[in-house]
């Protein structure tokens, strides 16, 4: 069955950085992208960005750009995120998620369990 | 960007109402919208994608319709499980989330 099962909660301090990891298995990973949505304490969903697991091409949110990577590693099946330059306002559970596509178009369809991060001085 | 606006934000409801959320995009996105349910302390979970497909194992009370701006999910029979809040996502380009209805218990 698939399955992503994510790193553990993480407290950084305001202008760290934090990476959070995301193992992925039951399926063959490189035949599908990892996308990273988070959700701050009694908010939505905001949707992060996007790696394809097998070209290693990304696509990032707007507002993010510059502060967030993502990578792979094939050979562990597992995806990261990179988030520099913390803020207080980046507190929230990070979730991976398996992209599903039709043709261009993806969605998520499987979830990780979700990673939190807290940043606080 | 592409926005998506939920209504209501709240709900509250029986179990065996029928219910139904809107969901209205902020231009086109063809059929290229999803839902999924989020409980407290856990992460969502896939009910429809591409508007009305339901996803496997998804229960039948479950339905989606809509085309181009305006979306609807339906539960046509609450049962007890089924409170939670429930996302609209568009994914015609990039993603973007509704703000969430949250299902509650009348």
């Known amino acids: 069955q698939v399955q992503l099962v994510q790193s553990g909660a993480e407290v950084k301090k305001p202008g760290a950085s934090v990476k959070v990891s995301c193992k992925a298995s039951?399926?063959?990973?490189?035949?599908?992208?990892i996308s990273w949505v988070r959700q701050a304490p009694g908010q939505g969903l905001e949707w992060m960005g996007w790696?394809?697991?097998?070209?290693?091409?990304?696509n990032y949110a707007q507002r993010l750009q510059g502060r967030v990577s993502m990578t792979t590693d094939t050979s562990t099946t597992t995806a990261f995120m990179d988030l520099r330059s913390l803020r207080s306002d980046d507190t929230a559970v990070y979730y991976c998620?398996?992209?599903?596509?039709?043709?261009?178009?993806?969605?998520?369809?499987?979830w990780g369990q979700g990673t939190l991060v807290t940043v606080s001085s | 960007d592409i926005q998506m606006t939920q209504s209501p934000s709240t709900l509250s409801a029986s179990v065996g109402d029928r219910v139904t959320i809107t969901c209205r995009a902020s231009?086109?996105?063809?059929?290229?919208l999803a839902w999924y349910q989020q409980k407290p302390g856990k992460a969502p979970k896939l009910l429809i994608y591409?508007?009305?497909s339901l996803e496997s194992g998804v229960p039948s009370r479950f339905s989606g319709s809509g085309s181009g701006t305006e979306f609807t999910l339906t539960i046509s029979s609450l049962q007890p499980d089924d409170f939670a809040t429930y996302y609209c996502?568009?994914?015609?380009?990039?993603?973007?989330f509704g703000q969430g209805t949250k299902l509650e218990i009348k």
């Open positions: 998620g398996r992209n599903r596509c039709s043709g261009g178009n993806c969605y998520i369809d499987y």
């Open positions: 039951g399926y063959t990973f490189t035949s599908f992208g």
């Open positions: 790696i394809s697991a097998y070209y290693g091409n990304t």
């Open positions: 231009q086109s996105i063809s059929n290229w």
């Open positions: 591409k508007t009305s």
């Open positions: 996502q568009q994914y015609n380009i990039y993603y973007t």
